[in-house]
């Protein structure tokens, strides 16, 4: 039984870091989102397309490095500029909660860009 009562325990510490994570994610993302949304209409919307991005966010919310991840992306100098300059204006970010251990994290997002009417 003392084995069972420890893998409920070790699932729930592991659920908690997965809610933190989540939670963090989200909040990083609409953190991006909103600088994004600030620079798109700047440049009236001139074009589309997703601008595919990895950077990495230390345990202080420093954002450490960003790069475009070129052979997924779009090939739109001004749209790869807007996504690089919305995760750079965005930082830094919250710092990483309790429930979270590491040193910095790396995030994979896509910045999508679409016209409106």
Do not use: C, H, W
Not at 5 to 15: A, G, L, Q, Y
Not at 24 to 52: C, L, M, S, T, W
Not at 95 to 101: D, E, L, V
């Amino acid at each position: 039984k003392e084995k069972t009562f420890e893998k409920v325990v070790e699932e729930e510490k592991d659920d908690a870091k997965k809610a933190a994570y989540i939670s963090y994610y989200k909040a990083v993302r609409e953190k991006i989102r909103q600088y994004a949304d600030r620079n798109y209409p700047a440049r009236k919307r001139v074009g589309r397309g997703e601008i595919f991005l990895s950077f990495v966010v230390a345990s202080s919310g420093e954002l450490l490095r960003v790069k475009i991840i070129d052979e997924k992306s779009v090939d739109d100098r001004t749209l790869r500029d807007i996504a690089m300059n919305s995760i750079r204006e965005a930082s830094p970010f919250p710092p990483f909660p309790k429930g979270m251990r590491q040193y910095q994290i790396t995030f994979n997002i896509i910045i999508s860009f679409e016209l409106s009417n």
